[in-house]
């Protein structure tokens, strides 16, 4: 059974920073999600197994930054310049397939879910 255990969420005021982390029992292909009241879940970051590849969703293009440790099996998500629009539910995803996933369905296991609340 695979397990993603998500941390680092919190309450911060626009343009501080955070960082999340996942932890995986494994080696895959990981992305990160989030869902904000009343809305569908969203692609956020996505990285491959071997770190070479990475993407982002427009809307936080050059502000946040995904990475991993592969030693650790853990997945980051740099977020800076944090506005209240990031606020929602982030969630770590894993795929059995080394590449990028960039919707939902190609994610084989999810973490928990951590809370990011921005104030104006």
């Known amino acids: 059974q695979v397990q993603l255990v998500e941390s680092g969420g919190g309450l911060v005021q626009a343009g501080a920073s955070l960082r999340l982390s996942c932890a995986a029992s494994g080696r895959y292909a990981m992305g990160w999600f989030r869902q904000a009241p009343g809305k569908e879940r969203e692609f956020v970051a996505a990285?491959?197994?071997?770190?070479?590849?990475?993407y982002y969703a427009d809307s936080v293009k050059g502000r946040f930054t995904i990475s991993r440790d592969n030693a650790k099996n853990t997945t980051y998500l740099q977020m800076n310049s944090l506005k209240p629009e990031d606020t929602a539910v982030y969630y770590c995803?894993?795929?059995?397939?080394?590449?990028?996933?960039?919707?939902?369905?190609?994610?084989?296991?999810w973490g928990q879910g951590t809370q990011i609340t921005v104030s104006a």
């Open positions: 995803g894993a795929r059995r397939s080394s590449t990028l996933g960039f919707v939902e369905y190609e994610y084989d296991y």
């Open positions: 990285i491959s197994r071997d770190r070479i590849a990475t």
